[in-house]
């Protein structure tokens, strides 16, 4: 049984970095699936920030590429966000989730199962 | 991007009752469709992928069905913990989106 938990600082300065990091358990990342990161502004609706293949290739929201990275450690079977610059905007619930991808030649089914209980971020001085 | 809008934003049902969620897609997004329920304080849980694929566990009075720009959610017979928020999702194109969710409320 797949479980992944978030990890990471509560509290952020604007204009700091935010970073977070997803621990899974119950399954190697270096297989394969894709993960993601996941935000919910405090009673908000989701947001998609981005998602890592196993071996390494990205892909993003755009409204927040140019300030987001998100990385995947093999080894310690984790894998990473950082978000940069942020402010109070980005204060939410992040969550982290794998991102299951399902294709053929003719179609493409992407869907987040399961979820990390989430974390909350908070951007404040 | 594509813009997910969710119909009605909340409702009020009783247990035994038979509910219907709406999410229209601002474009044509075929059955890339995903449905999502989250409880007060807890993460998102899965329940239909790529429209109408139920998830395993997932009790069958949960149906989903649609294509296109129109889709629906539908729990035949509500149950107590089914009380919650749901949540539309398209996966045709990036940036995967959510619709804004519906809360379902006791009566």
């Known amino acids: 049984q797949v479980q992944l938990q978030e990890s990471g600082p509560g509290l952020v300065k604007p204009s700091e970095t935010l970073s977070l990091t997803c621990a899974v358990s119950g399954y190697s990342i270096s297989i394969g699936y894709y993960w993601g990161w996941i935000r919910q502004p405090p009673g908000k609706g989701l947001e998609w920030i981005g998602s890592?293949?196993?071996?390494?290739?990205?892909y993003y929201n755009p409204s927040l590429q140019s300030r987001v990275t998100i990385s995947v450690d093999t080894s310690k079977n984790h894998f990473s966000l950082k978000v940069h610059s942020v402010t109070a905007a980005d204060t939410a619930v992040y969550y982290c989730?794998?991102?299951?991808?399902?294709?053929?030649?003719?179609?493409?089914?992407?869907?987040?199962?399961?979820w990390g209980q989430g974390t909350l971020v908070t951007v404040s001085s | 991007d594509i813009q997910m809008t969710q119909s009605p934003s909340s409702l009020s049902a009783s247990v035994g009752d038979r509910v219907t969620i709406t999410c229209r897609a601002s474009q044509s997004i075929a059955s890339y469709l995903n449905w999502y329920l989250q409880k007060p304080g807890k993460p998102p849980k899965l329940l239909i992928s790529a429209t109408p694929s139920l998830q395993s566990g997932v009790p069958s009075r949960f149906s989903g069905s649609g294509s296109g720009t129109d889709f629906t959610l539908t729990i035949s017979t509500l149950q107590p913990e089914d009380f919650a928020t749901y949540y539309c999702q398209q996966t045709y194109s990036t940036p995967w989106t959510f619709g804004q969710g519906t809360k379902v409320e006791i009566k």
């Open positions: 989730a794998r991102h299951v991808n399902e294709y053929s030649s003719s179609w493409q089914y992407n869907w987040f199962d399961p």
């Open positions: 890592i293949y196993h071996t390494g290739g990205t």
